[in-house]
Nanobody, 115 residues
Framework: QVQLVESGGGFVQAGGSLRLSCAAS????????MGWYRQAPGNERELVAG???????NYADSVKGRFTISRDNAKNTVYLQMSTLKPEDTAVYYC?????????WGQGTQVTVSS
């Protein structure tokens, strides 16, 4: 059974930093892509950052220069280093992994940034 387990969310003041981690288990193949999405109350889920197996990364314009995505293929783990956090970054952050034609999601971790 495939499981994605996120960790590292929490409460931080504006300007602070957090690091999210997501470990995928039960996957026989290395995901072709892994990423982070977020969803704030009343909003749709949006892509924050994605990274390919080869390490190519893409970011939402709103987080470029502040967030960095990375992955450890040997551990099937993806990370999101978030710096200079803003109140508008407050959301539930979800990990995502794509294996062949299948997409898997984590349960989400709350990130709250106070002003």
């Amino acid at each position: 059974q495939v499981q994605l387990v996120e960790s590292g969310g929490g409460f931080v003041q504006a300007g602070g930093s957090l690091r999210l981690s997501c470990a995928a288990s039960g996957i026989l193949l290395s995901p072709s892509a892994m990423g982070w999405y977020r969803q704030a109350p009343g909003n749709e889920r949006e892509l924050v950052a994605g990274i390919s197996r080869g390490g190519s990364a893409n970011y939402a314009d709103s987080v470029k220069g502040r967030f960095t995505i990375s992955r450890d293929n040997a551990k099937n783990t993806v990370y999101l280093q978030m710096s200079t956090l803003k109140p508008e970054d407050t959301a539930v952050y979800y990990c995502n992994a794509r294996v062949l034609e299948y997409t898997f999601w984590g349960q989400g971790t709350q990130v709250t940034v106070s002003s």
